[in-house]
């Protein structure tokens, strides 16, 4: 790897490791898990509704991490599930209790995010996405390249 990429790479992934200590402090100082912080998040911020497949999707979490936060969130009384479009699928949604409990700890977070990018001018909002996405397009198709065929990954 050259010089240049090298440094770039390893100031990206220090300002990455920094942004994801920030959101596990704040899960933490929410007294939750991470899971469950992004579950009752992403339910307060997101103008639809979710099945449990679709929060796995959309966290990018592993189902078993997503389904065990659910459960517990259900049995402790924030979540409930409902029938979703068939047997299979459950409909996610917050209970009373739920909204109570994001809006007094969770709701602080996006109000914070929304802020710190209001202090960014447009261009530079714009810029952050395009450029956040255009890295992970191009890393996804770095690493797909690199994937060994399924004959040689057999082999080893």
Known sequence: MDTISHQTLMAYNVE???LDDLYR?????????????????????????????????FLAEPKQTVNSALKKLVAEGYLALS?????????????????????ARVDRIPEAEAAALRAMTPDERGALIRLTGRFRALLEQQLKKRELPPEQAAQK
């Open 83 to 103: 029938s979703g479009a068939d047997q299979r699928s459950k409909l996610v949604r917050l209970t009373p209790k739920g909204e109570q409990l994001a809006r």
């Open 25 to 57: 402090g704040a899960a933490k100082h929410c007294g939750m898990a991470e899971c469950a912080f992004w579950i009752l998040y992403t339910l307060r911020v997101e103008d639809r509704s979710f099945t449990q497949a679709g929060l796995c999707e």
């Open 16 to 18: 990455m490791k920094k």
